[in-house]
C-alpha cells in the first residue's frame, strides 16, 4: 500500500473551542478537566468527562522514549501492553512465565494513574508456540489453557481491570476458527477459558474480542452476538464485548457502527473499542475518527476506546498513517476528529 501524505498542511495552527468549563486545548497544550477527580489530561481527560476511558497499546521497548512517554501520560488514562500479555510472549515454554515486559507497561501505567486493559489471553498467538502445538489430547490442552490463565491472571490480579479473555476465535463465516484448543478440545474451550478467568480474578472483566464484528449484519458478527447471548443465559461469566476496529480508511466504517455496538450493549454487557486505527489522513481521517468515537458516546453501555499505537510510526501498518499523531508526536487533524466525537466542542475541533 502507498503511504499517505501526512495529515493536514504544514505549518497549520489549530484552535480549539471546548464547552462549558472543559478549558482550551493549544497545539502544544493538554486539556485539563476540572473537578474530575484524578483525571489525565488530553483524550483520557476528555474521555473521563464522559464516563469513559481513552487508551493507546503501548510497546515496552519504547518506554525509553520521552516524546513517546509524553504522549502517553499527557493523552491518555488507560493503557494495554500491545502485545507483551501474548501466548508466545508470556509463555514460550511450559510453565515457563515471562511478565517482564508486560510488568514494565503496567507499572508505568499505575505510576501514572492511569488504567490498564489486557489483550491476548487465549489469542492466535498461542498456535505459534511449539510446545503448544504439540499438546495431544483435550485433557492435556485443558490442563495447559486452564494453568495458562491462572498463572498469568493470578500475577496481575488487582493490578489489570479487564482482560479480553479470548480474541478471534470466528472465522468470517460465523464458525469456531480452527486452532490448537478448538481442535483438541471444541468449540467449548471458550467458555471454559472465561470460567477459569472468573476463578483467577473474581474482581477483572472479562471480555471477548475480535476484528470484522463491527457491522451486525455479517455472519461473524452474528456469531459472536450469540455466543454472548447464550453466556449470559446460561451464566458463563462475560462482563465486556471489544470491537477491534482496524479500518483500512474512513470509508471502511459500516453505517451499521452505532447500532453494533447498541446491539452487543442489548445483551447486558458493556462495549469496548479495543485496537482502533483508521488509515488516511486530513479531513477525511478526522471525520472517521469522529464518527467512529461518537458513535461510543453514542450508546452508554460502550465504555471506552484504545487506538493500537502512539504515534503513526509506532503502527502495525504505518505505512496507513493510521492514528492520532505523527512521527514527531504532533497532533494531527484525526485528533481533533476523535475530540469531537467527544463532544467537548463543535463538529470539528480545529479551525483553519
Known amino acids: 500500500m502507498v503511504k499517505g501524505p501526512p495529515g493536514g498542511k ?28 484524578g483525571a ?8 473521563a468527562a464522559r464516563g469513559r476511558y481513552f487508551g493507546a497499546a503501548v510497546q515496552p521497548a519504547k518506554l525509553t522514549d520521552p516524546v513517546y512517554t ?6 491518555f488514562n488507560s493503557v494495554t501492553p500491545e502485545n507483551a500479555l501474548e501466548w508466545d510472549a508470556v509463555e514460550p515454554a511450559r510453565n515457563q512465565f515471562n511478565f517482564t515486559a508486560a510488568d514494565r507497561v503496567v507499572d508505568h501505567a499505575r505510576s501514572h494513574g492511569a488504567g490498564v486493559r489486557a489483550r ?56 469456531v476458527r480452527q486452532s490448537v484448543f ?16 472468573r476463578a483467577a480474578d473474581p474482581g477483572a472483566r472479562l471480555c471477548y474480542n475480535d476484528f470484522g464484528i463491527e457491522d451486525i449484519g455479517l455472519a461473524k458478527t452474528q456469531a459472536v452476538y450469540n455466543l454472548v447471548r447464550d453466556f449470559k443465559t446460561r451464566g458463563v461469566p462475560i462482563d465486556c464485548v471489544g470491537l477491534e476496529s482496524h479500518f483500512i480508511s474512513s470509508t471502511a466504517i459500516p453505517s451499521a457502527y452505532r447500532q453494533t455496538i447498541s446491539a452487543f450493549a442489548s445483551l447486558g454487557v458493556d462495549v469496548e473499542i479495543t485496537e482502533l486505527d483508521i488509515g488516511g489522513s486530513g479531513t477525511a481521517q478526522s471525520d472517521g475518527y469522529r464518527r467512529v468515537v461518537s458513535a461510543c458516546v453514542a450508546v452508554s453501555r460502550c465504555t471506552g476506546i484504545t487506538v493500537w499505537g502512539v504515534r503513526d510510526s509506532d503502527s502495525w ?4 498513517t493510521p492514528l492520532l499523531f505523527d512521527a514527531t508526536g504532533a497532533r494531527k487533524p484525526a485528533y481533533y476528529g476523535a475530540l469531537s466525537g467527544l463532544r467537548i466542542c463543535a463538529r470539528t475541533c480545529h479551525l483553519p
Request: hydrophobic share 45%.
Open 10 to 37: 504544514a505549518g497549520r495552527r489549530h484552535r480549539v473551542l471546548l464547552a462549558g468549563a472543559l478549558g482550551v486545548l493549544t497545539l502544544t497544550g493538554a486539556i485539563a478537566v476540572p473537578g474530575v477527580a
Open 120 to 175: 491476548g489471553l487465549v489469542s492466535p498467538s498461542a498456535n505459534q508456540v511449539a510446545w503448544v502445538t504439540l499438546l495431544g489430547t483435550a485433557d492435556d490442552a485443558r490442563v495447559a489453557l486452564r494453568n495458562h490463565i491462572t498463572v498469568t491472571m493470578g500475577h496481575f490480579r488487582g493490578q489489570i481491570k479487564t482482560w479480553d479473555v479470548v480474541s478471534e476465535a470466528f472465522s468470517d463465516n460465523g464458525v
Open 40 to 47: 489525565a489530561t488530553g483524550l483520557g481527560a476528555a474521555a
Open 182 to 197: 478448538a481442535n483438541r478440545v471444541g468449540p467449548g474451550y471458550i467458555e471454559e477459558a472465561f470460567r477459569a478467568a
Open 70 to 75: 509524553r504522549v502517553i501520560d499527557q493523552e
Open 317 to 320: 501498518r504505518s505505512n496507513l
